[in-house]
């Protein structure tokens, strides 16, 4: 079956510390990958997405993101983090071409961020 | 800046109650979706709908869900008899037109409902 793995359930880091989140998925075809963020108290909203060409993605608030398709991956790195960068974070899939748009989550990340 | 709406923010329901979650999506998008999260778990998906009719849904969304577009911006999701089992956040999401590679646009989660089955 389609999964998504994310490898850390809580990380817990200082402010300035870098930040890598690891993504893996099941699924050999071709995949659009995203990278949402929620805040606390509010809605998802999408941080970064890749859909073909450069695998490096940059995406909103210093994220980026690479894919890395021989590893079926697509960490979530930030060089430096702040304590705003304080939320859950999830990565998602939609596998495939000709589907319908179905986003499948991984677990999600808890990032807390000391001041 | 457009933002896809959900009502109520949270209800509370006895089992075997019907309820209907309401969604506002963004208002030129075509795509649109339910999902769900139950305390601790995945967001799962629920269903997708395009054009006036469910494109695909999951094997969660059984014959007590249904959905409805009924206007032309309200897209709802009715639960015919509630199960304990139902408590969750419930998303809507919309998207706009696939680009120009043919992939899925970014979806727009609203803020979600919360459902609580006594």
């Known amino acids: 079956a389609q999964s998504v793995s994310q490898h850390n359930h809580h990380v817990i880091l200082s402010e300035a510390a870098s930040l890598e989140l690891g993504c893996n998925y099941s699924y050999g075809g071709t995949v659009n990958l995203f990278w949402y963020v929620q805040y606390p108290g509010q809605h998802l909203q999408l941080l970064l997405k890749?859909?073909?060409?450069?695998?490096l993605v940059k995406g909103i608030k210093g994220f980026e993101a690479e894919f890395i398709k021989s590893k079926f991956s697509f960490n979530l790195r930030k060089p430096s983090v702040q304590w705003s960068d304080t939320a859950e974070y999830f990565c998602a899939v939609i596998p495939g071409s000709g589907n319908t748009g179905k986003l499948i989550f991984g677990q999600g990340t808890t990032l807390q961020v000391k001041p | 800046e457009p933002e896809v709406t959900q009502t109520p923010s949270h209800q509370v329901t006895q089992m075997g109650q019907e309820v209907i979650l309401r969604c506002v999506p963004i208002?030129?998008?075509?795509?649109f979706y339910w999902y769900r999260q139950i305390l601790g778990q995945k967001v799962e998906f629920l269903v997708s709908f395009y054009n006036n009719e469910i494109s695909e849904k999951s094997e969660i969304f059984d014959d007590q869900f249904s959905v409805e577009r009924p206007d032309g911006s309200n897209f709802t999701l009715k639960i015919r008899s509630t199960k304990l089992e139902d408590s969750a956040m419930y998303f809507c999401?919309?998207?706009?037109?696939?680009?120009?590679?043919?992939?899925?646009?970014?979806?727009?989660f609203g803020p979600g409902t919360r459902l609580t089955v006594l």
């Open positions: 208002s030129n998008h075509l795509y």
């Open positions: 890749y859909f073909s060409g450069d695998p």
């Open positions: 999401a919309s998207s706009d037109t696939l680009t120009a590679g043919g992939f899925y646009n970014e979806q727009f």
